[in-house]
């Protein structure tokens, strides 16, 4: 799963400062980008555990400022040797 983040207002690239968590049942995975790495803005978020797992995802984003991004039911199908890649773009809202 590889997810962008972006500012929902402003259209800017804000991974910087980002959490990822992904879920599914008892198992969890996340990923961060310090939030001193405004050069990391642009790039995306991937959690290695999960990357080549399938799997139905609760995929929260989280970062100060902005209220969590939250989707359920985020299918991750495998082509019966990797998994195909899930890209998505959390747009945040500032608070």
């Known amino acids: 799963?590889?997810?962008?983040?972006?500012?929902?207002?402003?259209?800017?690239?804000?991974a910087a400062g980002a959490t990822l968590l992904l879920v599914e049942g008892v198992f969890r995975d996340s990923t961060m980008i310090p939030a001193d790495r405004a050069d990391w803005n642009e790039l995306e978020l991937i959690t290695f555990n999960t990357f080549d797992r399938a799997g139905i995802y609760q995929v929260t984003v989280r970062r100060q400022g902005h209220a969590d991004w939250i989707r359920t039911n985020v299918v991750v199908t495998s082509d019966g040797c990797h998994v195909n890649s899930m890209r998505l773009t959390a747009r945040l809202v500032s608070q």
């Open 1 to 14: 799963m590889l997810v962008k983040v972006q500012d929902s207002t402003t259209g800017a690239w804000i």
